[in-house]
C-alpha cells in the first residue's frame, strides 16, 4: 500500500469520525444541543484529531527513521572484504540503494514477482537493465552487493508492511477511544482548544528549532574548516588568495572590511532619504498624496536584487566612474564600493520608509496635540516629539535594512567585482563575504578542502556579526526608548 | 454646594480677555458651531457646558486656532485676544498657541522626564537664557501645579511613570511653563479619580488669579465648584452666558434649566 493512499484512509476515517462523533453526541441528548457541554461540531472535532494526528505522527516518524534502520541491520550482513574492496562502508550503501531502487524501478516496469527480482542477480545484462531505468551501477555484478540490496528490499518491503498495519491500528483505536468516550458532560471544546495550543506552540518551535538546526550545520563545518586551515590566520591575516592548488591564504579581514564597507555606503544613502521620506509621508503629505507615492516607493521594494545589480553594472558604474573616480583621480573601474553601496541604497529606501512610515503613524495624535497646543511648530513636533517617541522602531527598520545590506549578495557581484581587497578608496572593486561564500563553494575544488569548508566559517562569521548588531541594538533601545501609552 | 454660595459668589469686574464675535465652525458639511459671542474675562474661571456634541471643545480649539490641524474645519467671525484678531493673516498661529495654552482631556505627558516635559515649553520658545533660569521655571510651574513635592525628587524620571492624576497636573505644569495668558482646558478631570479631580480643581482655583481659565466640563457640579461664569452651548448654538450663580440658580432660558435639572442632555 502507498503512502499516499495509506494517508487517504487515515483522513477518510477521521472524516468519518467527525460526522459519527457528531451524530453521537447529539443522539446521547436526543437531539437537544443545549444538554451538550460543547456545541456538536466540537464532539465531532474530537474523534477526528484522535484519529488523524496520532496516526499520522506515526507515519511520519516512521518515514523518517526508516532508512536509519533498514541501512543498519543491512549493513551488518555485507561482507568485511567487499566493504574494504569498494572503498568504505558509505560508498556500498549508496550502491545498495540505488541498486534496490533499480530492482523497484524494474519490478514495477516488467511486474516481475520476488523470485524473479532475485534470478537478476545471475543476469548478465543486469548492469545494462539498470541503466535502462536511469539507474548507473557499476557495482551489480558484484554478487554480495546484489544480495545486500535484496535484503534491502526484502526489509524495506517488510518495514512498510508492518507501518501500514501500525498506522491502521492506531487510527482504529484512537477513532474508538475518541468515539466511545464522547458524552454529554466531555468537555469537547477544551480538547480542541488544547489541541490549537499545541499545535501553535509546535509552529513556534519549529522556527527556534530550524534555527538552531542552522547554527549547528554551521559549527560542524566551520570545525571541520579549522581542523585543516589555522585559526589564526583565519581570523589575523590580511590576504584573501585561494589557490586551488593549496597552499592558499583564507584571511578573513579583506572580506569583512568589504562588507562593512558597501553596507555603511548603503545605510548612508537608504537612511537619511528614506526617513525623510517617512516624516514627509506621514507627517506632512495630504492623505491622497500618501496613498499614491507610498505604494509607489513600496514598488521599489519589489524589484529583484539582480535587476538592480543591472542597474549598477549599466548606469550607476559607469557614471560614477567618468563623473567623480576618473576626474579626482581614484581609479578606473566601473566596479566599485561606491557603485554598489548606491544602488544598495536605493533598494533599501523603501525598506527604511515604509517601516519608519508606520511606526511615525503609530505615536498617538495625543503626543501632536499637545506639542501643537503648546505653541510648537509641526517640525519642532516631529524632531523634539514624533521621532524620540518612534525612535525604537526606527532603530529596528534601520536595522532589518542593515541586515538585508550585508546579506545582499548579487549587486555586490554585479558593482562591486569579486576582488577581496582591504581599501580605504570607495572607487575601487572590492567584494563581500557573502561573494566570497558563494564563489568558494561553487568552485571546482573537492569537498572536503580548505578553499571549499572556509565557506562555512564565513557564514558563521557573518551569522555572528549580525547577532552582535542585533545585540547591540536592542540594548541601545532599551536604554534611549521614550515610551508612550 | 450650597446653592446661595454660588449666588453670593463674587465675580470680578475684570476687562475682557477675549473677545468672540459671530464665530460659525464647519467641519466639512457639518455646521457646528453657529453664531457664537462671548467675552473671556481676565482673571476668571469660565466653563462651557453643554450635551455631548453641542461645539463647546469645537469653540475651545477655536480659541488658540488648534482647529487648523484639521483639515476639514473652517472658521469664520472673528476672535480677539487683547483686541488683535487672532485669525489676521499677520498672526502665526505657533505664536498664539504659546499665549492661550492648552490642557487636553486624557493626560498626555511626552515621553520624556518630568523636568524636559516641562521644559519643553520653555526651550522651544527661547524663553530662558540658562539651565539656572530653566529650572527656576520648571520648579515654578511645578509648584503652581501642586504637583512639585511629589516629583522633586525623580525629576529625570519618565513622565509616563506618573499617576493619572499626577499625569494631569503635569500637563497643566507644562501649559503654565510657556507663560500663557489664558489657558484652555478641555474636559481635564474626565479621564480621572474623584481625588485627582478634586486636586486638579483646587488648582484651577489657584490659577485664576494669573490667567483666564476657560474649561469645558460634562460635570454641572465642577462647573459650579470652579467657574465664575459659565456658558451653555446647545447643538451648536451658544444659549446663555452669564454668571455661574445666575446660570445655576436663576437661568433665563428654558433650555438651560431643563439642561440643568436633568431633563435634556
Same mark, same amino acid.
Given at each position: 500500500?502507498?503512502i499516499?493512499?495509506?494517508i487517504?484512509?487515515v483522513l477518510?476515517?477521521a472524516?468519518?469520525?467527525?460526522?459519527?462523533?457528531?451524530?453521537?453526541?447529539?443522539?446521547?441528548?436526543?437531539?437537544?444541543?443545549?444538554?451538550?457541554?460543547?456545541?456538536?461540531?466540537?464532539?465531532?472535532w474530537?474523534?477526528l484529531l484522535f484519529t488523524a494526528v496520532p496516526a499520522l505522527l506515526l507515519t511520519a516518524a516512521w518515514l523518517f527513521l526508516q532508512p536509519t534502520?533498514?541501512?543498519?541491520?543491512?549493513?551488518?550482513?555485507?561482507?568485511?572484504?567487499?566493504?574494504?574492496?569498494?572503498?568504505?562502508?558509505?560508498?556500498?550503501?549508496?550502491?545498495?540503494?540505488?541498486?534496490?531502487?533499480?530492482?523497484?524501478?524494474?519490478?514495477?516496469?516488467?511486474?516481475?514477482?520476488?523470485?524473479?527480482?532475485?534470478?537478476?542477480?545471475?543476469?548478465?545484462?543486469?548492469?545494462?537493465?539498470?541503466?535502462?531505468?536511469?539507474?548507473?551501477?557499476?557495482?551489480?555484478?558484484?554478487?554480495?552487493?546484489?544480495?545486500?540490496?535484496?535484503?534491502?528490499?526484502?526489509?524495506?518491503?517488510?518495514?512498510?508492511?508492518?507501518?501500514?498495519?501500525?498506522v491502521?491500528?492506531l487510527?482504529? #483505536?484512537g477513532?474508538?477511544?475518541?468515539?466511545?468516550?464522547?458524552?454529554?458532560?466531555?468537555?469537547?471544546?477544551?480538547l480542541v482548544e488544547q489541541f490549537v495550543l499545541v499545535l501553535l506552540i509546535s509552529c513556534s518551535l519549529i522556527a527556534v528549532a530550524t534555527t538552531f538546526g542552522i547554527i549547528a550545520s554551521l559549527v560542524a563545518e566551520?570545525?571541520?574548516?579549522?581542523?585543516?586551515?589555522?585559526?589564526?590566520?583565519?581570523?589575523?591575516?590580511?590576504?584573501?588568495?585561494?589557490?586551488?592548488?593549496?597552499?592558499?591564504?583564507?584571511?578573513?579581514?579583506?572580506?569583512?572590511?568589504?562588507?562593512?564597507?558597501?553596507?555603511?555606503?548603503?545605510?548612508?544613502?537608504?537612511?537619511?532619504?528614506?526617513?525623510? #521620506?517617512?516624516?514627509?509621508?506621514?507627517?506632512?503629505?495630504?492623505?491622497?498624496?500618501?496613498?499614491?507615492?507610498?505604494?509607489?516607493?513600496?514598488?521599489?521594494?519589489?524589484?529583484?536584487?539582480?535587476?538592480?545589480?543591472?542597474?549598477?553594472?549599466?548606469?550607476?558604474?559607469?557614471?560614477?566612474?567618468?563623473?567623480?573616480?576618473?576626474?579626482?583621480?581614484?581609479?578606473?573601474?566601473?566596479?566599485?564600493?561606491?557603485?554598489?553601496?548606491?544602488?544598495?541604497?536605493?533598494?533599501?529606501?523603501?525598506?527604511?520608509?515604509?517601516?519608519?512610515?508606520?511606526?511615525?503613524?503609530?505615536?498617538?495624535?495625543?503626543?501632536?496635540?499637545?506639542?501643537?497646543?503648546?505653541?510648537?511648530?509641526?517640525?519642532?513636533?516631529?524632531?523634539?516629539?514624533?521621532?524620540?517617541?518612534?525612535?525604537?522602531?526606527?532603530?529596528?527598520?534601520?536595522?532589518l535594512?542593515?541586515s538585508?545590506?550585508?546579506g545582499?549578495?548579487?549587486?555586490?557581484?554585479?558593482?562591486?567585482?569579486?576582488?577581496?581587497?582591504?581599501?580605504?578608496?570607495?572607487?575601487?572593486?572590492?567584494?563581500?563575504?557573502?561573494?566570497?561564500?558563494?564563489?568558494?563553494?561553487?568552485?571546482?575544488?573537492?569537498?572536503?578542502?580548505?578553499?571549499?569548508?572556509?565557506?562555512f566559517?564565513?557564514g558563521l562569521?557573518l551569522f555572528c556579526?549580525t547577532l552582535?548588531?542585533n545585540?547591540?541594538?536592542?540594548?541601545?533601545?532599551?536604554?534611549?526608548?521614550?515610551?508612550?501609552? | 454646594?450650597?446653592?446661595?454660595?454660588?449666588?453670593?459668589?463674587?465675580?470680578?469686574?475684570?476687562?475682557?480677555?477675549?473677545?468672540?464675535?459671530?464665530?460659525?465652525?464647519?467641519?466639512?458639511?457639518?455646521?457646528?458651531?453657529?453664531?457664537?459671542?462671548?467675552?473671556?474675562?481676565?482673571?476668571?474661571?469660565?466653563?462651557?457646558?453643554?450635551?455631548?456634541?453641542?461645539?463647546?471643545?469645537?469653540?475651545?480649539?477655536?480659541?488658540?486656532?488648534?482647529?487648523?490641524?484639521?483639515?476639514?474645519?473652517?472658521?469664520?467671525?472673528?476672535?480677539?485676544?487683547?483686541?488683535?484678531?487672532?485669525?489676521?493673516?499677520?498672526?502665526?498661529?505657533?505664536?498664539?498657541?504659546?499665549?492661550?495654552?492648552?490642557?487636553?482631556?486624557?493626560?498626555?505627558?511626552?515621553?520624556?522626564?518630568?523636568?524636559?516635559?516641562?521644559?519643553?515649553?520653555?526651550?522651544?520658545?527661547?524663553?530662558?537664557?540658562?539651565?539656572?533660569?530653566?529650572?527656576?521655571?520648571?520648579?515654578?510651574?511645578?509648584?503652581?501645579?501642586?504637583?512639585?513635592?511629589?516629583?522633586?525628587?525623580?525629576?529625570?524620571?519618565?513622565?509616563?511613570?506618573?499617576?493619572?492624576?499626577?499625569?494631569?497636573?503635569?500637563?497643566?505644569?507644562?501649559?503654565?511653563?510657556?507663560?500663557?495668558?489664558?489657558?484652555?482646558?478641555?474636559?481635564?478631570?474626565?479621564?480621572?479619580?474623584?481625588?485627582?479631580?478634586?486636586?486638579?480643581?483646587?488648582?484651577?482655583?489657584?490659577?485664576?488669579?494669573?490667567?483666564?481659565?476657560?474649561?469645558?466640563?460634562?460635570?454641572?457640579?465642577?462647573?459650579?465648584?470652579?467657574?465664575?461664569?459659565?456658558?451653555?452651548?446647545?447643538?451648536?448654538?451658544?444659549?446663555?452666558?452669564?454668571?455661574?450663580?445666575?446660570?445655576?440658580?436663576?437661568?433665563?432660558?428654558?433650555?438651560?434649566?431643563?439642561?440643568?435639572?436633568?431633563?435634556?442632555?
Amino acid at each position: 500500500m502507498g503512502i499516499g493512499l495509506l494517508i487517504l484512509i487515515v483522513l477518510g476515517l477521521a472524516g468519518c469520525g467527525f460526522l459519527l462523533g457528531r451524530q453521537r453526541a447529539l443522539s446521547l441528548v436526543e437531539g437537544d444541543a443545549r444538554r451538550l457541554h460543547s456545541l456538536p461540531s466540537y464532539y465531532g472535532w474530537s474523534v477526528l484529531l484522535f484519529t488523524a494526528v496520532p496516526a499520522l505522527l506515526l507515519t511520519a516518524a516512521w518515514l523518517f527513521l526508516q532508512p536509519t534502520v533498514v541501512a543498519h541491520r543491512v549493513a551488518a550482513s555485507i561482507p568485511e572484504a567487499t566493504v574494504t574492496a569498494r572503498g568504505g562502508l558509505d560508498l556500498v550503501m549508496t550502491d545498495i540503494r540505488r541498486i534496490s531502487e533499480g530492482l523497484d524501478l524494474i519490478a514495477r516496469r516488467e511486474g516481475l514477482d520476488t523470485k524473479a527480482v532475485a534470478a537478476l542477480g545471475t543476469d548478465t545484462a543486469l548492469k545494462e537493465r539498470l541503466g535502462a531505468v536511469g539507474v548507473a551501477a557499476g557495482a551489480g555484478s558484484d554478487p554480495a552487493v546484489f544480495d545486500a540490496a535484496l535484503a534491502w528490499r526484502e526489509t524495506s518491503a517488510g518495514l512498510h508492511r508492518a507501518m501500514t498495519i501500525a498506522v491502521l491500528l492506531l487510527a482504529a #483505536a484512537g477513532f474508538l477511544f475518541a468515539f466511545l468516550r464522547i458524552s454529554p458532560a466531555l468537555r469537547a471544546r477544551n480538547l480542541v482548544e488544547q489541541f490549537v495550543l499545541v499545535l501553535l506552540i509546535s509552529c513556534s518551535l519549529i522556527a527556534v528549532a530550524t534555527t538552531f538546526g542552522i547554527i549547528a550545520s554551521l559549527v560542524a563545518e566551520s570545525w571541520s574548516f579549522f581542523r585543516i586551515y589555522p585559526a589564526s590566520e583565519f581570523f589575523l591575516s590580511t590576504v584573501w588568495n585561494p589557490k586551488f592548488g593549496g597552499g592558499s591564504q583564507l584571511g578573513l579581514w579583506p572580506l569583512v572590511w568589504g562588507t562593512i564597507y558597501v553596507s555603511l555606503i548603503a545605510l548612508a544613502v537608504a537612511v537619511p532619504i528614506g526617513l525623510l #521620506a517617512a516624516i514627509y509621508l506621514s507627517e506632512y503629505a495630504t492623505p491622497r498624496l500618501r496613498a499614491t507615492v507610498k505604494p509607489l516607493l513600496e514598488i521599489l521594494a519589489g524589484i529583484p536584487s539582480i535587476v538592480y545589480g543591472l542597474f549598477a553594472l549599466i548606469t550607476v558604474g559607469p557614471i560614477l566612474r567618468d563623473w567623480f573616480a576618473m576626474p579626482m583621480g581614484l581609479g578606473a573601474s566601473s566596479s566599485s564600493v561606491m557603485t554598489a553601496g548606491v544602488v544598495m541604497g536605493i533598494m533599501l529606501i523603501p525598506y527604511v520608509s515604509s517601516l519608519s512610515d508606520d511606526i511615525i503613524n503609530a505615536v498617538p495624535q495625543a503626543m501632536r496635540d499637545g506639542s501643537f497646543g503648546l505653541g510648537a511648530t509641526q517640525s519642532e513636533t516631529v524632531k523634539r516629539v514624533v521621532l524620540p517617541a518612534a525612535l525604537p522602531g526606527i532603530v529596528g527598520a534601520v536595522l532589518l535594512a542593515a541586515s538585508r545590506a550585508i546579506g545582499e549578495t548579487m549587486i555586490v557581484v554585479m558593482g562591486a567585482g569579486a576582488a577581496a581587497k582591504l581599501s580605504l578608496n570607495p572607487f575601487e572593486a572590492m567584494t563581500t563575504v557573502t561573494v566570497k561564500i558563494v564563489s568558494q563553494l561553487t568552485g571546482d575544488t573537492e569537498f572536503a578542502s580548505p578553499e571549499t569548508l572556509v565557506a562555512f566559517a564565513l557564514g558563521l562569521t557573518l551569522f555572528c556579526f549580525t547577532l552582535a548588531l542585533n545585540v547591540a541594538a536592542l540594548v541601545i533601545v532599551r536604554k534611549y526608548r521614550e515610551q508612550y501609552e | 454646594m450650597n446653592v446661595m454660595q454660588i449666588a453670593e459668589r463674587a465675580t470680578a469686574t475684570a476687562t475682557a480677555k477675549m473677545t468672540a464675535r459671530g464665530v460659525q465652525v464647519h467641519y466639512g458639511e457639518n455646521h457646528a458651531l453657529k453664531d457664537v459671542d462671548v467675552d473671556i474675562l481676565a482673571g476668571t474661571v469660565t466653563a462651557f457646558i453643554g450635551p455631548s456634541g453641542c461645539g463647546k471643545s469645537t469653540f475651545l480649539r477655536c480659541l488658540n486656532r488648534m482647529n487648523d490641524t484639521v483639515a476639514s474645519a473652517r472658521v469664520t467671525g472673528e476672535i480677539r485676544l487683547d483686541g488683535e484678531d487672532i485669525y489676521d493673516r499677520r498672526v502665526d498661529p505657533v505664536t498664539l498657541r504659546a499665549r492661550v495654552g492648552m490642557v487636553f482631556q486624557k493626560p498626555n505627558p511626552f515621553p520624556k522626564s518630568i523636568y524636559e516635559n516641562v521644559a519643553y515649553g520653555p526651550r522651544i520658545h527661547g524663553l530662558t537664557r540658562n539651565r539656572a533660569e530653566l529650572d527656576q521655571v520648571v520648579e515654578t510651574s511645578l509648584r503652581k501645579a501642586a504637583l512639585w513635592n511629589e516629583v522633586k525628587d525623580r525629576l529625570q524620571a519618565p513622565g509616563t511613570g506618573l499617576s493619572g492624576g499626577q499625569q494631569q497636573r503635569l500637563c497643566i505644569a507644562r501649559a503654565i511653563a510657556t507663560a500663557p495668558e489664558v489657558l484652555l482646558m478641555d474636559e481635564p478631570c474626565s479621564a480621572l479619580d474623584p481625588i485627582a479631580t478634586a486636586q486638579v480643581e483646587e488648582l484651577i482655583d489657584e490659577l485664576h488669579t494669573q490667567f483666564s481659565v476657560v474649561i469645558v466640563t460634562h460635570s454641572m457640579q465642577q462647573a459650579a465648584r470652579v467657574s465664575q461664569r459659565t456658558a451653555f452651548f446647545h447643538l451648536g448654538h451658544l444659549v446663555e452666558y452669564g454668571e455661574t450663580g445666575q446660570i445655576f440658580t436663576n437661568p433665563r432660558d428654558p433650555r438651560t434649566e431643563s439642561y440643568i435639572t436633568g431633563r435634556i442632555g
